[in-house]
């Protein structure tokens, strides 16, 4: 060994024998460091990626802060969710769906379908003596709420922001004040879904008597709050913030709210950039591209973030510790709580009008099974999605050393009285352009078994009033009584040959009591007795069809299942339903049944749909025949144009989605085509089109936030065509 090698062995091992504390009296001691996360919205995934580089490096910290999405992630990595495992989580989780509160169409009760089916869902205001009052945010964040549950782990037990392994803060605004409002204890979810509120799209929380939004409006950099909470002597600062809009960009009300709330947000983050000092360390990842509504690129985003952390390695790199120390602080974050093993009681908090009953009823968890997580959560969206809640959450308690799961619903504030508005525009070469606007008032909960009210009002080519009453007859809704009262005045054309030869006005009113049973979520089977009368009268043309007044009393029975996932344009599902009136003052039966299904392929739709409609005793008078025509219903004809008895059709059609709706929205934009053939054995109109008819369909529409929306032209072989343009409600 050479001299110099023999120097250094032995001033190595001279060191060794030292004792430890004086091994490290010439270090440095480790400062305190602080982490902070900014809000960004989906851009904040970035945060992931610099956690998964401040792990590969072995650099703790001493306390964290986040702003909005930024809460998110820091929320969920204080309480022992790995970085790998949150990318999975936020690349998994279906963020378009998460921003829309009600479940699927099919996931709703037959009677909010019948509502969806008549009324614009995002025109729904409470009503009281304030006046009209809607909801504070386009989004609930029901499902947004679960999420945070099942990231984590709330099925384990909620966690105390002030129980977690490292001081944890996040910060929020009071909407009413304007005050910053930092959450440092508390429920865990709940601040994170205070922090996330971004006002106009998500509903504030009410939260110990304050209304909390978005804290990026006044401190989306909380660099303050980790010199405050742990006195952090190095802070490391993570800013996703959007940048702002270019003038020319901002062209409309949101653009402009958005750029309005964007300006707060810099200046709050430019105070905070003037408080860092030399020794911390800024990560600014370059996220271009990608906007805060781009959820969908959260592995992109975070690969960004991983990347701008690893630039600044060396820097980082003076923060790190030893692997075993390292390692022995990472197991403080780790979530070590077993799943609850089973659930001793199911308690149901907070209801002032809604039964228990009726939220009860959802529930497929058992008392003395495990918590089933994901059922629970699916269970919850299907209870919210009865209209009457603001929000339907859990938690899990131990009380007297049993297992609690507590549903905690929140009643509509904005409740339980409702105003809604529908609208209809139809415009076909056959028949020009019709419209109506109908607008509706519901009183629900008026007992304690869910009674409910419905008024209804319609103007424009189709005159109408209605009021049904509906009374459910025990706590679970199961079996139920309703009665409807209705006068309905619309037009009614004759055609022969193509040509419109009349036109007729149509009034009927009818009273109905009925007795049913609510079928789950697949529909209701009824049966009542109709008593009601139908006076056609020929306004212009040749009164060829009979227009003396005509009875309308007579039994009704009807099963309706419908588990198609759309109202209007569905994915997926099917549908049935089964009509039937006997009439006791004219020899004859009606009997009408539809089948539809969808079925989808990647950007693929195909659909079908069979109908039989025919009397099974005397033939069916013309008032109350089968009738076809009008939109995917054999478009090739005008509305009603077919007229009689003994009605076969049936209907194939493929749809290509073209467009999706953007983030909160469902639905899509579609070019589709379709071919229907029918038949009918007895013809009122149209009498010397005997045999099979058919109709080839080509079209471009979707469902919207205003309803169906389509424009589409129909064409038979016979010769008869027609193009259609219609937006709003059927």
Not at 557 to 571: I, K, N
């Amino acid at each position: 060994m050479k001299p110099t090698s023999r120097r250094l062995a032995a001033l190595a091992c001279l060191l060794l024998a030292l004792p430890p504390a004086l091994q490290a009296a010439d270090a440095p001691p480790r400062p305190k460091v602080g982490l902070v996360l900014s809000g960004g919205g989906a851009r904040g995934a970035a945060h992931v990626g610099v956690l998964e580089v401040l792990d590969r490096l072995h650099v703790p910290v001493d306390c964290v802060a986040g702003t909005s999405m930024g809460a998110l992630v820091a929320g969920a990595w204080v309480a022992g969710v790995a970085p790998q495992t949150m990318r999975q989580e936020l690349g998994r989780a279906d963020w378009n769906d998460m921003f829309q509160d009600n479940p699927e169409y099919a996931e709703l009760n037959f009677r909010n379908k019948q509502i969806e089916r008549r009324f614009l869902s995002g025109t729904e205001s409470g009503i009281g003596t304030a006046g009209l009052i809607g909801a504070q945010g386009v989004v609930t964040g029901q499902k947004i709420k679960l999420f945070f549950n099942q990231l984590v782990r709330a099925q384990a037990g909620e966690r105390d922001m002030g129980r977690l392994p490292l001081p944890l803060s996040m910060v929020a605004t009071d909407i009413g004040s304007g005050e910053r409002v930092v959450l440092r204890s508390g429920s865990l979810t709940q601040a994170m879904r205070a922090s996330m509120a971004v006002p106009g799209l998500l509903l504030p929380l009410d939260l110990d008597g304050r209304r909390l939004v978005d804290g990026g409006i006044v401190d989306n950099l909380p660099v303050g709050e980790v010199r405050e909470r742990c006195g952090a002597e190095v802070v490391i600062a993570v800013n996703v913030g959007s940048p702002l809009l270019k003038a020319e960009e901002v062209t409309g009300v949101l653009s402009l709210t958005a750029q309005m709330v964007a300006i707060l947000t810099e200046q709050n983050v430019a105070q905070s950039l003037a408080t860092l000092k030399d020794e911390d360390i800024y990560v600014k990842p370059d996220l271009s591209g990608i906007t805060a509504a781009d959820f969908d690129r959260s592995a992109e985003a975070a690969d960004r973030g991983r990347a701008a952390a690893e630039a600044l390695t060396p820097a980082l790199q003076r923060l790190a510790v030893p692997a075993e120390q390292y390692a022995a602080w990472r197991r403080r974050l780790e979530d070590h709580r077993p799943d609850v093993d089973r659930v001793d009681e199911i308690e149901i908090a907070g209801l002032q009008r809604v039964g228990a009953e009726a939220l009860r009823r959802h529930l497929s968890q058992r008392e003395g099974q495990p918590l089933d997580a994901e059922a629970l959560n699916r269970d919850l969206v299907r209870a919210y999605g009865d209209g009457y809640y603001q929000g339907v959450d859990y938690t899990l308690l131990t009380q007297r050393g049993k297992r609690v799961l507590r549903i905690t619903p929140i009643e509509k504030p904005w409740g339980p009285d409702y105003v809604r508005l529908g609208l209809n525009f139809d415009s076909n070469i056959s028949q020009g352009s019709t419209y109506s606007l109908r607008a509706g008032y519901q009183k629900t909960w008026l007992n304690t078994l869910g009674g409910e009210a419905l008024l209804e009002a319609e103007i424009g080519n189709v005159s109408a009033a209605a009021l049904s009453l509906y009374q459910p007859l025990e706590s679970t809704q199961f079996w139920f009584a309703q009665f409807d009262a209705g006068y309905r005045r619309e037009r009614a054309d004759v055609f022969e040959d193509d040509q419109r030869i009349a036109e007729y006005q149509v009034s009927r009113d009818s009273v109905e009591l009925q007795l049913g049973a609510n079928l789950g979520l697949f529909g209701q089977a009824r049966i009542g007795w109709r008593q009601g009368e139908l006076r056609p009268r020929v306004d212009t043309g040749d009164a060829s069809l009979p227009s003396f007044r005509q009875p309308l009393d007579g039994w009704t029975a009807a099963l309706d299942l419908d588990q198609l996932d759309r109202l209007h344009f569905p994915t997926a599902g099917w549908a049935a339903r089964v009509a039937w009136f006997s009439s006791s003052k004219r020899d004859y039966n009606r009997l009408e049944a539809d089948a539809r299904m969808a079925w989808s392929y990647g950007d693929w739709v195909l659909g079908s749909r069979a109908t039989w409609t025919g009397s099974t005793r005397g033939a069916l008078p013309v008032w109350d025949a089968a009738t076809l025509g009008g939109f995917l219903n054999m478009s090739a004809y005008a509305s009603g144009q077919l007229r009689g008895d003994d009605m076969r059709y049936a209907q194939l059609r493929a749809e290509r989605i073209v467009g999706r709706l953007p983030l909160g929205l469902r639905g899509d934009m579609r070019f589709g085509i379709a071919w229907e053939r029918a038949r009918l054995g007895l013809l009122y109109t149209e009498t010397q089109r005997s045999g099979w008819l058919d109709s080839a369909t080509a079209y471009l529409g979707g469902e919207t936030p205003i309803g169906a929306v389509y424009i589409g032209a129909g064409r038979s072989r016979d010769g008869a065509s027609n193009a259609y343009l219609f937006i709003g409600t059927p």
